[in-house]
């Protein structure tokens, strides 16, 4: 069973950090980019970050750029989002999204369920 899930958010004071991990099972990262997307509440869902499969490209928000850093491990078919100083309008569901070899900013063929990440003091 193809699967994606993520893990890692929780209610953190801004300027604190967090790592959210994303999971697969079912298949192999190595031939897969993998984006992070976040959506708040009434607000549409938009794209964090990504790390594409073939050359390892990087792509980061504008919003998040400095603070976030995505990497994978693809021994542990594992990719991380590392957020640091936090801020209050990173509040959000976060998810992880897997494509074959290409970031693309519409996500992608597997989604993960989500995680929670809450600043806030």
């Known amino acids: 069973q193809v699967q994606l899930v993520e893990s890692g958010g929780g209610l953190v004071q801004p300027g604190g950090s967090l790592r959210l991990s994303c999971a697969a099972s079912?298949?192999?990262?190595?031939?897969?980019?993998i984006g992070w997307f976040r959506q708040a509440p009434g607000k549409e869902r938009e794209g964090v970050s990504c790390?594409?499969?073939?050359?390892?490209?990087?792509y980061y928000a504008n919003s998040v750029k400095g603070r976030f850093t995505i990497s994978r491990n693809n021994a542990k078919n594992t990719v991380y989002l590392q957020m640091n100083s936090l801020k209050p309008e990173d509040t959000a569901v976060y998810y992880c999204?897997?494509?074959?070899?290409?970031?693309?900013?519409?996500?992608?063929?597997?989604w993960g369920q989500g995680t929670q990440v809450t600043v806030s003091s």
């Open positions: 790390i594409s499969s073939s050359d390892g490209t990087i």
């Open positions: 999204a897997a494509r074959k070899y290409y970031c693309s900013s519409t996500g992608g063929d597997y």
């Open positions: 079912g298949f192999t990262l190595d031939y897969y980019a």
